[in-house]
């Protein structure tokens, strides 16, 4: 008997519920009412390939830069946020925009606007290119902060690159510091960066909760518990969710870095493993995962596995109650 464990909570977050189903909703209402609008997002809406490719399939067009939408247009900004010269831009060509940014990642651009204008330093620990960073980024720069991007704890031994540790701590002794993090960090690789820089600058201070989200903590904690249950010499851990999602490549490296054999997949017609290898199944998906690709998954290992069980593994009372933020949808006109 092969058993299939589900982590638990997995795939969709309240910001990217929201994204999706407004997204939806405009899609409905742009048939309905005016039929001839076309509607554009502005990158991904969220990062997950399928997602991208149903909404394309009902019309919708991704753009990478704001020059590729026509002035007057209906554009959506996605649930990672985006940054004031984007929206400068868009007001410049009188583009309708529906703004779809998480609420939770709206609060690290608040964060970032307040400190910046206080005058702080501003530690931006996340990953250089992404769409969240770059959105943060641009309101803390716009609202005049000296911004210090770190992605690993090598960028803090290295913050600037003439300078040794000791006249580092000298540069930045006096000035006001604090750091603040991207929604879908590594808990644990984002604590090593903040004690690496508590370290070198005493003085640093912290916002006053964790800007990484609940749903990003959720997971990984659901993931570990998942890892507990497991043997790492039997089993393989299916995560599902795409490449470019930060949120489910943290929980492939969560597993990777415990010893586990990994394969990231977006859907189950990308599953090309040698089953009879493994005696457990562990399958996990990222915040931007919809239910049925991991659905579709576990039936594919139903279908070769005829002899399987499904273990629905279930949440700490404290992970169910975090679950339930719902955000509410934008209004908006189209
Ligand atoms: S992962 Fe967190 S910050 Fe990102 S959309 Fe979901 S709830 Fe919002």
Do not use: W
Not at 118 to 128: A, E, P, Q, R
Not at 157 to 172: A, C, M
Not at 303 to 310: A, H, R, T
């Amino acid at each position: 008997m092969l058993p299939i464990y589900l982590a638990n909570p997995r795939g969709f977050c309240a910001g990217v519920t929201r994204a999706v189903n407004t997204l939806s909703q405009i899609v409905k209402d742009v048939r309905e009412k005016s039929k001839v609008r076309p509607i554009f997002v502005l990158k991904e809406i969220v990062h997950n390939k399928e997602l991208v490719s149903r909404f394309q399939q009902e019309g919708v067009t991704f753009v990478q830069e704001i020059s590729e939408v026509p002035d007057g247009e209906l554009l959506v900004f996605s649930a990672h946020g985006v940054s004031p010269r984007v929206r400068k831009e868009a007001n410049q060509k009188k583009l309708i925009t529906v703004d779809l940014t998480c609420p939770l990642v709206a609060k690290v651009h608040s964060e970032a606007i307040r400190f910046a204008k206080k005058g702080y330093v501003i530690f931006l620990i996340g990953h250089n290119g992404h769409d969240e960073l770059q959105g943060t980024l641009g309101e803390a720069l716009a609202s005049g902060a000296e911004v210090k991007v770190i992605e690993t704890v090598k960028d803090v031994h290295n913050l600037d690159k003439d300078v040794d540790r000791d006249e580092d701590k000298e540069k930045y002794k006096n000035k006001k510091l604090i750091y603040l993090t991207q929604t879908t960090l590594s808990i644990l690789d984002s604590q090593k960066i903040i004690n690496e820089l508590k370290e070198k600058f005493p003085n640093l201070q912290a916002p006053n909760s964790s800007d990484i989200c609940y749903a990003t903590t959720n997971r990984q904690e659901a993931v570990q518990n998942l890892l507990d249950k497991l043997d790492k010499n039997k089993a393989l851990i299916i995560v599902v969710g795409s490449q470019n999602s930060s949120n489910t490549k943290r929980l492939a490296e969560k597993s990777i870095q415990q010893g586990f054999e990994v394969v990231q997949i977006d859907n189950c017609q990308e599953l090309d493993i040698d089953l009879p290898r493994f005696e457990q199944i562990g399958i996990t998906s990222g915040a931007s995962v919809p239910e049925d690709l991991v659905q579709g998954v576990v039936a594919k290992l139903e279908e070769l596995v005829p002899d399987s069980k499904v273990i629905e593994l279930e949440p700490t009372e404290e992970q169910s109650k975090r679950e339930t933020t719902k955000f509410p949808s934008p209004k908006y006109k189209i």
